[in-house]
C-alpha cells in the first residue's frame, strides 16, 4: 500500500454539464492492481498467472474480496452485503474500492496531462500489440509510487456512473491492455453492471476510515447519487434514461 496525500481534485458529471472541486483526506491505495496470485490466495485455489492483475472479476466479487482481506488482516470490513446491495461504512479502517475522486487523484500524482508520463513509459496499450494482461510492474510507476495506474487493466471504483442514465453501474478508470491512448487517460470514464467481469478489468484496493457524514465520504455522497438519479424535467437532445 502506498500513502496518498490529501488534495484537491475535479470532478464533472457530463449529462448534468456540472464540475465542481473535492478535497479529500490522505488515504492509502495499493501500488499494483490486485493480483491472480493474490485473489486465487484468498480462493483457496491456483493462479495461472501469478503476477498478472486478476482480471474477469466483477465489482461485486471485488467488494467480497475486499471484506476477506480486511477479515485476514484483522480490520473492520468497509462494506455490508445484502445480495446485490453493498453498504460501505465510511468509518471502517478495512481494504475497500477508491472513490472515483480517490482514484484520480491518486493516477495524476500530480501531473495535470492526460498522461503521467509517456505513455510508452508508464502504461501497456494497443500500441504494444499484446493480447493479454501483464505482469505488473513493468512499466514506470507515477510519481506516488503506484504501477499501472493507466492502461493494463481498467480499475472498478466505488462511484456510480451515472444512475439517470445507466442505473445500478459502477465507475471504471484507467485503460486497458488494447486501448488505444485516447482511452488510457487520467480523465476516462467508464462502467459496468455490478456483475460485470470482462478481461481487461481488474480492481486495486484502498484503506482509510473516515470521520463525518455516514454516507458520504472522499468525494462520493449517497444524497447527490439520489439528485444523479433524478430525470425530472427535461432531458438532453439525444438523451433516454435507462429502462428499469
Given at each position: 500500500?502506498?500513502?496518498?496525500?490529501?488534495?484537491?481534485?475535479?470532478?464533472?458529471?457530463?449529462?448534468?454539464?456540472?464540475?465542481?472541486?473535492?478535497?479529500?483526506?490522505?488515504?492509502?491505495?495499493?501500488?499494483?492492481?490486485?493480483?491472480?496470485?493474490?485473489?486465487?490466495?484468498?480462493?483457496?485455489?491456483?493462479?495461472?498467472h501469478p503476477r498478472r492483475p486478476a482480471t474477469g472479476v466483477s465489482w461485486l466479487r471485488a467488494v467480497r474480496f475486499c471484506n476477506a482481506a480486511s477479515e485476514w488482516e484483522g480490520l473492520d470490513p468497509a462494506y455490508a452485503v445484502d445480495g446485490d446491495e453493498v453498504t460501505w461504512h465510511v468509518d471502517a479502517d478495512?481494504?475497500?474500492?477508491?472513490?472515483?475522486?480517490?482514484?484520480?487523484?491518486?493516477?495524476?500524482?500530480?501531473?495535470?496531462?492526460?498522461?503521467?508520463?509517456?505513455?510508452?513509459?508508464?502504461?501497456?496499450?494497443?500500441?504494444?500489440?499484446?493480447?493479454?494482461?501483464?505482469?505488473?510492474?513493468?512499466?514506470?510507476?507515477?510519481?506516488?509510487?503506484?504501477?499501472?495506474?493507466?492502461?493494463?487493466?481498467?480499475?472498478?471504483?466505488?462511484?456510480?456512473?451515472?444512475?439517470?442514465?445507466?442505473?445500478?453501474?459502477?465507475?471504471?478508470?484507467?485503460?486497458?491492455?488494447?486501448?488505444?491512448?485516447?482511452?488510457?487517460?487520467?480523465?476516462?470514464?467508464?462502467?459496468?453492471?455490478?456483475?460485470?467481469?470482462?478481461?481487461?478489468?481488474?480492481?486495486?484496493?484502498?484503506?482509510?476510515?473516515?470521520?463525518?457524514?455516514?454516507?458520504?465520504?472522499?468525494?462520493?455522497?449517497?444524497?447527490?447519487?439520489?439528485?444523479?438519479?433524478?430525470?425530472?424535467?427535461?432531458?438532453?437532445?439525444?438523451?433516454?434514461?435507462?429502462?428499469?
Open positions: 500500500m502506498a500513502a496518498i496525500p490529501g488534495g484537491t481534485v475535479a470532478l464533472h458529471d457530463a449529462r448534468r454539464k456540472v464540475r465542481w472541486s473535492v478535497e479529500l483526506e490522505p488515504f492509502e491505495l495499493g501500488r499494483y492492481p490486485v493480483t491472480e496470485e493474490q485473489l486465487a490466495e484468498m480462493l483457496g485455489e491456483s493462479a495461472a478495512g481494504f475497500r474500492l477508491p472513490t472515483e475522486a480517490e482514484w484520480e487523484l491518486a493516477c495524476r500524482a500530480g501531473s495535470t496531462g492526460a498522461h503521467y508520463g509517456p505513455l510508452a513509459e508508464v502504461a501497456w496499450t494497443a500500441a504494444d500489440g499484446v493480447t493479454a494482461p501483464q505482469a505488473i510492474g513493468g512499466r514506470m510507476p507515477n510519481a506516488f509510487g503506484l504501477f499501472d495506474t493507466l492502461g493494463n487493466v481498467w480499475e472498478w471504483c466505488w462511484d456510480l456512473l451515472d444512475p439517470a442514465r445507466y442505473g445500478d453501474y459502477r465507475v471504471f478508470r484507467g485503460g486497458g491492455f488494447a486501448d488505444d491512448a485516447w482511452s488510457v487517460r487520467a480523465s476516462t470514464r467508464r462502467g459496468g453492471a455490478p456483475r460485470t467481469a470482462l478481461e481487461d478489468l481488474g480492481f486495486r484496493v484502498a484503506r482509510g476510515g473516515f470521520d463525518g457524514p455516514a454516507d458520504a465520504a472522499q468525494g462520493w455522497s449517497a444524497e447527490v447519487d439520489r439528485e444523479r438519479a433524478d430525470v425530472s424535467g427535461p432531458l438532453p437532445v439525444g438523451w433516454t434514461p435507462r429502462r428499469r
